[in-house]
Structure formats: C-alpha cells, structure tokens
C-alpha cells in the first residue's frame, strides 16, 4: 500500500512539474515585460525619474516648455495646453493653430493638477522648476515630471543645446534635435563670418530699446548682451555695464541721462515696447533733440522675442535684419522676407514672416514723429 502511495506521489509530481515550469516562466517573462515597459531617466535637475519606454501623450508646462516641443517637431504628442499660451501671437503657435483647440490644463500660466490628471499624460516636461517643485507636481498627480533647464543664445547656449538633446532623447527625436542644433550653429557662423571683420570705424554705437518682460516697457528697457547684435559683431552701447544688472530674459533699465550720454548712432526698438517709447518721447523732447539717432532718424524695428520667455527663431531673423541695417554691403544677398521664412520654417516648421508682420508690422525704419500705424500687443 505504501509503494502504491509513493507511486502516486511521484506520478502528481510529474503531472503538476510542466504546469509549475510554466508558471514560473510566466511570472518571469512578466517581471522582464514590466522592466521594459519602463526606465529611469536623470532629468536636467539631476532627479531620477521613472518614465514609460514608449512615450505617447506628454504635456509642456512652464515659459519655453510647449515651444521646445514644437521646435523638435512633436507637437503631436500634446495632450492639453496652458490657458495663456493659447491667447499668445507667437511663431510656434502661429505655425500650430491646432495646439489652441487641445483641453486647458490651466486658468493662466500655471497647469492645475487636477487639470493634468484629467488629460492623464504618460509623462510631464516642465521648465524654471526647483526639484522640490518638479517632486510635488509629480506626487500630485501621479504623473513623472521631467525639468528641463530653458538656456539662452548669449551665455547658456549650451544649456539650450542640451535642453533639445534631452528631450529629443526622451521623445526619440534626435535627429531632429541633432538637426536644429547644427542649423542654429550655421546661421551664428554666418553672421560671423560676414561681420567679424568690419573695421572699428565703421561700427557704430547702437542701443536696443523696449525688451518685453511680463508686459511691454519703454526707451529705457534693454538688454546687454544682446543675442542679435552679439551675433554681427555690433557695438551695443549698453555692454559697458556690469553684466551682473542684467538678466538673460528680462534685462534691466538704465536712466534716460544714460542714454544721452552713450548718445548711439543707430537706436533698434522691440515694437512690443514701442506705443509705450512715443508715449514717453511726445512728454520729453530733449531726448529726440539731443540723441544722434532721433536727431537722424535711425531708428529701426525689430520683432518681439521675448514672450513666455525667449523666442530663439525670432532672435535670428532680427539678427539678420540688424546686419542688414548696419552692414548693407555684406547683407546684399540676403532677402529679410525670405530668410525669416526658412528660420521660422527650421524651427517651427512653417514659415510664418507672414504671420508675424500682420501682427507686428515688418521689418522697418521708424518715423518716430509722423508715424501713425497702431500696433498690437497682447501678452
């Protein structure tokens, strides 16, 4: 009776062994499949985070984040957009009208988290966030948050350069962000090399007026260094300050007896500021009657740049045009109109000059005492 026992224990084992294998091939392969659904990226912040592997429906909040997507061409993958950002006049969203009609994930500039939730993305780009930021927008929603440093075209290009590549990483974009880079690369050599050996004497002091931030400002609004004038070797008047006043978005403002005393030949004005520079110049003569470029007219617009923080495809075109203005001779085969387009196009895949002068006015000399054009801002 005892053999038959054993028998038919030894005959269950056998039974039940392939099932047991199975079942624990199962659980492996499982635990395999599990590890490959997701991974762990270090954001620009140094956070690790868990992110799925294949990334479908994102969200950009924060100044430059929803641009940053559409320049590495993923505009797509946007689940929801900032109330604000819908109302903006800017070149991304100009080329991606589509972007307007996507659900608010927020009443201003600011995404909700219940908003956030409800559009359910599998992860979350966020730009000028603190760590202890980034980690509470994550637990509240649930939702992995990815900071991402925003950078500048003067002293951290690089930091933008390495803000597409992580982006372009996480959103299998490398190329395309690869792409980008080495156009805006180009361009700044060309600029160089078309102005880097303009003799001293024929460069003369030049002043940038009105930089937008957080609405309009006026004549005393400005910016050293200043990317378009940086990148054709101009001479900004305002670069004898210590570069500490200054903020890469927001620059600083100087007193009108400043001006006078730097006295520039050539003023270029940020038209988002420039109701507000007539405004001030009708209260105070002496400014136009004692600066050589009011007393000359060489006064010039440059479109707006500065709008949910900086717009690097317009800081192209206006260096293009800034070099036109300064150096005719080395800017002959340069049609503004046309190179804006290609810009635009490079970087927001859509050439939209068009967009942007019905909405700003073109490229212009400004007759600051007879002018009459009226335009329109809206922040």
């Keep these: 009776m005892v053999v038959i026992l054993k028998k038919i224990s030894a005959n269950i084992g056998l039974y039940y062994l392939p099932i047991v294998v199975f079942l624990f091939s199962c659980s492996g392969s499982t635990e395999k499949k599990s590890e490959k659904s997701s991974r762990v990226i270090t954001d620009m912040i140094g956070r690790e985070v868990i992110i799925p592997s294949k990334v479908e429906k994102i969200l950009a909040i924060r100044s430059g984040a929803l ?29 991606h009208p589509e972007l307007r009609e996507l659900p608010s994930i927020g009443t201003g500039n600011y995404a909700e988290p219940e908003l956030i939730t409800y559009v359910n ?8 966030a603190s760590n202890g930021e980034a980690e509470q927008l994550q637990k509240k929603t649930g939702i992995p948050v990815l900071a991402v440093e925003y950078g500048d075209f003067t002293e951290n290009i690089d930091v933008m350069f390495s803000a597409l590549k992580f982006m372009g990483k996480i959103l299998n974009k490398e190329k395309r962000a690869d792409s980008l880079i080495n156009y805006i690369n180009n361009c700044i050599s060309d600029l160089n090399n078309r102005t880097k050996d303009v003799p001293e004497a024929e460069n003369p002091g030049i002043y940038i007026a009105g930089i937008a931030y957080h609405g309009s400002h006026g004549l005393v ?26 903020s890469a978005i927001k620059g600083t403002f100087i007193d009108k007896e400043q001006l006078v005393y730097w006295n520039p030949e050539k003023i270029f004005i940020d038209v988002s500021g420039l109701k507000n520079i007539k405004n001030e110049l009708s209260k105070d003569k002496t400014l136009v009657n004692s600066i050589n470029a009011f007393k000359t007219g060489e006064i010039y617009s440059l479109l707006p740049y500065n709008w949910y923080t900086i717009n690097f495809g317009t800081i192209i075109c206006n260096a293009y045009y800034t070099g036109k203005i300064l150096y005719p001779g080395k800017f002959l085969d340069i049609d503004i109109e046309e190179k804006s387009n290609e810009i635009y196009e490079h970087f927001v895949g859509k050439g939209v000059y068009d967009d942007m002068t019905e909405k700003y006015g073109e490229y212009r000399r400004i007759k600051i005492k007879d002018e009459r054009q009226k335009i329109k801002v809206k922040m």
């Design 67 to 95: 641009r940053y997507v559409v320049y590495l061409n993923a505009s797509d993958l946007v689940a929801g957009v900032e109330e604000y950002e819908k109302r903006r006049s800017t070149p991304y969203l100009m080329a």
């Design 221 to 246: 609004s400005t910016m050293s260094p200043f990317a378009p004038f940086e990148f054709v070797n101009a001479v900004n008047v305002a670069s004898v300050l210590d570069k500490r006043a200054f």
């Design 121 to 128: 993305p599998d992860l979350i780009f966020c730009t000028y």
